[in-house]
T-cell receptor
Framework: GESVGLHLPTLSVQEGDNSIINCAYS??????FIWYKQESGKGPQFIIDIRSNMDKRQGQRVTVLLNKTVKHLSLQIAATQPGDSAVYFCADFTGGGNKLTFGTGTQLKVEL | GAVVSQHPSRVICKSGTSVKIECRSL??????MFWYRQFPKQSLMLMAT?????????EQGVEKDKFLINHASLTLSTLTVTSAHPEDSSFYIC????????????FGPGTRLLVL
């Protein structure tokens, strides 16, 4: 079936470095993508979103890139901090629907 | 921002008993709420869509008679795990759709269920 998946299950970075978390999606009809951060024992927290008519969107310390040609999106976190340690999920909405499909998640570990 | 709460935050029950989990939108009305289940080290899997005033829509493979959903008001949806078994132990998360914007969902903090 259609799915959203991630390449790397665990990513370790040094504090202060930039982090890049990747996500591949298979549904070419997906037109809206969201990145979520989930800390241990908590619900997902919205980070940033992007629509399919864009290829880049920036927030505070975060940037999402969308490559529709290869159905790939990435989340870049600048100057990674210990508080960024969490599991990051990409998720997508298929056009016309209100159901979110979550990717498999990447555990980001920030080393001091 | 919009806040969604869940109660209880964690619950331990004996096998064969039923457990009710509440999901509330605290400062907005939610016609539609969603229930997810998340096993350790795994992603969120949508279980069902809860619609105020009508029957819930269940995803394929989710037993509607085991996971009873009631959405009696615009701010409350409940999920009852009936005759719980150890394999039902999981993290249950709800989300609420804000107004009529289908793309805006706010997530609750989750409920940890442990069935002994």
């Amino acid at each position: 079936g259609e799915s959203v998946g991630l390449h790397l299950p665990t990513l370790s970075v040094q504090e202060g470095d930039n982090s890049i978390i990747n996500c591949a999606y298979s549904n070419s009809a997906s037109d809206y993508f969201i990145w979520y951060k989930q800390e241990s024992g908590k619900g997902p927290q919205f980070i940033i979103d992007i629509r399919s008519n864009m290829d880049k969107r920036q927030g505070q310390r975060v940037t999402v890139l969308l490559n529709k040609t290869v159905k790939h999106l990435s989340l870049q976190i600048a100057a990674t901090q210990p508080g960024d340690s969490a599991v990051y999920f990409c998720a997508d909405f298929t056009g016309g629907g209100n159901k979110l499909t979550f990717g498999t998640g990447t555990q980001l570990k920030v080393e001091l | 921002g919009a806040v969604v709460s869940q109660h209880p935050s964690r619950v331990i029950c004996k096998s064969g008993t039923s457990v009710k989990i509440e999901c509330r939108s605290l400062d907005f009305q939610a016609t539609t709420m969603f229930w997810y289940r998340q096993f350790p080290k795994q992603s969120l899997m949508l279980m069902a869509t809860s619609n105020e005033g009508s029957k819930a829509t269940y995803e394929q493979g989710v037993e509607k008679d085991k996971f009873l959903i009631n959405h009696a008001s615009l701010t409350l949806s409940t999920l009852t795990v009936t005759s719980a078994h150890p394999e039902d132990s999981s993290f249950y998360i709800c989300s609420a759709e804000h107004g009529h914007n289908q793309e805006t969902q706010y997530f609750g903090p989750g409920t940890r269920l442990l069935v002994l």
